[in-house]
């Protein structure tokens, strides 16, 4: 099945794009996009894949849904669009960044691309959504396809960070090689829970001691 993804991705998930529930996932998201508005516009589907390609990942952040509101998903998990305005858990990631790494200029926008062109794959477990209508998309093959996207990553590469932010992402990273990898698990930073054990977490400063620790360059947040 063809499909337009950033080509080292292609390779990898080549062997995914021929299994039966991935041929009926894309029929079913054509004619979602056909009869009902739906995020990310179409062609920033697999945004997360062409900004940063497999050979660069270094970090992988663990989002659910893309947002549902107008303008705001653009492919990224928890990042926006630069004219959109910051959502609250993009807010508090960035509060727990300045805590984390005070030296950080603040962010002038909630677009994340900056971090994905440096190594970070921004990827949401279902990659589409109805709009107006969270968790619409769930439960129609894309949590079996990013299941295979984190587990060729696990199986592939070597010195990984995961970041897993609440029970969801940390449920999905339950396939993760940690012995091979760094886990970082945390609340998720939503305003209902970003207390509970997010601020104060710092995934930041570890993630760039680890990567620097196995002779990588650290991420500019």
Known sequence: ???????????????????????HLIAFVRGEYATATVYPPGPLIFHAFDACPFNEVKVVILGQDPYHGKGQAHGLSFSVAEDVRTPPSLQNIFKELQSDLPGTPPASNGNLDRWAQQGVL???ATLTVRAGEPASHQKRGWEQF??????????????????????????????IDAR????LKAAHPSPYAADRGFFGSRPFSQTNAYLQQH??????W
């Open 180 to 183: 091979k990898h760094l886990v």
């Open 122 to 124: 921004l990827l949401n």
């Open 1 to 23: 099945m063809s499909v337009k993804i950033e080509e080292s991705w292609r390779k990898v998930l080549a062997a995914e794009f021929e299994k039966p529930y991935f041929h």
């Open 215 to 220: 002779g990588q360059a650290p991420i500019q």
């Open 146 to 175: 990013t299941d295979a996207v984190i587990q060729q990553i696990s199986d592939l590469k070597e010195n990984v960070v995961f970041i897993l932010w609440g029970a969801s992402a940390q449920k999905k990273g339950e396939i």
